[in-house]
């Protein structure tokens, strides 16, 4: 079965305190892997696709990375506008469906 | 470039009703995959519908059923409602199995079960 986990639940950072989000996924003929971006009450929002090992994105802020296993959202110098949950998601099957983690919920204190 | 719509935005249901939800797919896709979100989770994958048919069905009783249009509109219907079906209903589109895969998602229609 497909799955996909994602580390920490929650996360708290200061204004400018750079870390990083952890996607473990288990998906079997993964075509991708997903970020999203989701505010309260709102849809998910598309941040980055990742194809293969070793692959790295970067919009602003954020710099998505993928290996084998995992793959990681590094938060560099974050804002409090960064607050939100971001979302993992592999994509596989004929439909393409996406097999969602539960989210890591970030906050970030001005 | 027009995104992804959903209606209605929020909605209240008596166990036992059933429910249709909306879904306008963004300009130029033809593919609308549904999600239900439970409070605290990630989506979980209802169906897809590819040129007016299903396309792949995840973990989900058949009082879930669903059609797309011609325009590549599609709807959400659940029969028989439950408490448990009290979640985010989520519509995303996509460009095809010919296209790119990324999914893109509408604000989604709130349902309360009661």
């Known amino acids: 079965e497909d799955q996909v986990t994602q580390s920490p639940e929650a996360l708290r950072l200061q204004e400018g305190e750079s870390s990083s989000l952890n996607c473990s996924y288990t998906?079997?003929?993964?075509?991708?892997l997903f970020w999203y971006r989701q505010d309260p009450g709102k849809g998910p929002e598309f941040l980055f696709t990742l194809y293969s090992a070793g692959e790295e994105k970067e919009k602003e802020r954020l710099k998505a990375t993928l290996t084998k296993k995992e793959s990681f959202l590094h938060i560099t110098a974050p804002k409090p506008e960064d607050s939100a949950t971001y979302l993992c998601?592999?994509?596989?099957?004929?439909?393409?469906?996406?097999?969602f983690g539960s989210g890591t919920q970030l906050t970030v204190l001005p | 470039e027009t995104g992804v719509t959903q209606s209605p935005t929020h909605l209240i249901k008596t166990r036992g009703q059933q429910v249709t939800l909306r879904c306008s797919s963004q300009?130029?896709?033809?593919?609308v995959s549904w999600y239900q979100q439970a409070l605290g989770q990630g989506p979980q994958f209802i169906f897809q519908y590819y040129r007016e048919e299903e396309n792949g069905r995840g973990n989900f009783p058949p009082r879930f059923s669903g059609l797309q249009f011609p325009n590549y509109s599609s709807e959400l219907n659940v029969n028989a409602l439950e408490l448990d079906d009290s979640a985010l209903y989520l519509c995303?589109?996509?460009?095809?199995?010919?296209?790119?895969?990324?999914?893109?998602f509408g604000p989604g229609t709130r349902l309360t079960v009661t």
């Open positions: 995303a589109s996509s460009s095809g199995l010919a296209g790119g895969i990324e999914q893109y």
């Open positions: 998601a592999g994509v596989s099957g004929s439909a393409r469906q996406l097999t």
């Open positions: 998906v079997s003929g993964l075509r991708g």
């Open positions: 300009s130029g896709h033809n593919t």
